[in-house]
């Protein structure tokens, strides 16, 4: 009696016999052998995404001037603020090629286009702050702050207008 109510909270009156059915003659397992068949995409879609990632870090911390790394371990707010906005502001658009890609080609293209858009980004702005690397590595947060919004922001525009 106890199972009854607890299987008519779950799935409803009128779903409570179907389900009851369903269970005695296993023709639930099919459903559930479904979504244990999408865990290798699911698996290959986050494989991807963070090495995407991985690629990211790599090369944005090889072409921006200050070391994020080192000046991160030193505990320099500037460079941990102006990073991390980096850093999601590639994400955010990795995310959207996720949900909208058809297929895995699919979605390292636009994953790609997303990491170009963001390391240009960073050049764009150092055409306004030229300095901005120094500024950074010296602990000025407002740079870093400034750094990591316009990142954020740019993410959010390209995420967007990765939604197809």
């Known amino acids: 009696m106890l199972c009854a109510a607890f299987c008519t909270v779950l799935f409803g009156k009128n779903n409570l016999q179907y389900n009851l059915i369903a269970w005695k003659h296993r023709k639930i397992m099919p459903h559930l052998l479904e979504y244990l068949a999408s865990i290798p995409l699911f698996l290959a879609y986050f494989g991807t995404a963070a090495g995407l990632t991985a690629l990211y870090i790599i090369i944005y911390t090889l072409i921006t001037p200050h070391k994020e790394m080192e000046l991160i371990k030193q505990n320099n707010p500037a460079a941990a603020l102006a990073f991390g906005g980096s850093l999601i502001g590639f994400v955010l658009p990795l995310a959207s090629v996720i949900a909208n890609s058809v297929d895995l080609p ?9 990491l170009v858009v963001q390391l240009l980004t960073f050049y764009t ?10 500024h950074i590595a010296n602990n000025e947060i407002a740079s870093g702050i400034w750094l990591g919004t316009v990142s954020i922001a740019a993410g959010i525009l390209n995420a967007a207008c990765l939604t197809y």
């Open 106 to 114: 699919d979605m390292i293209l636009w994953g790609a286009v997303a």
């Open 125 to 134: 702005l150092r055409l306004f702050i030229p300095r901005i690397s120094e």
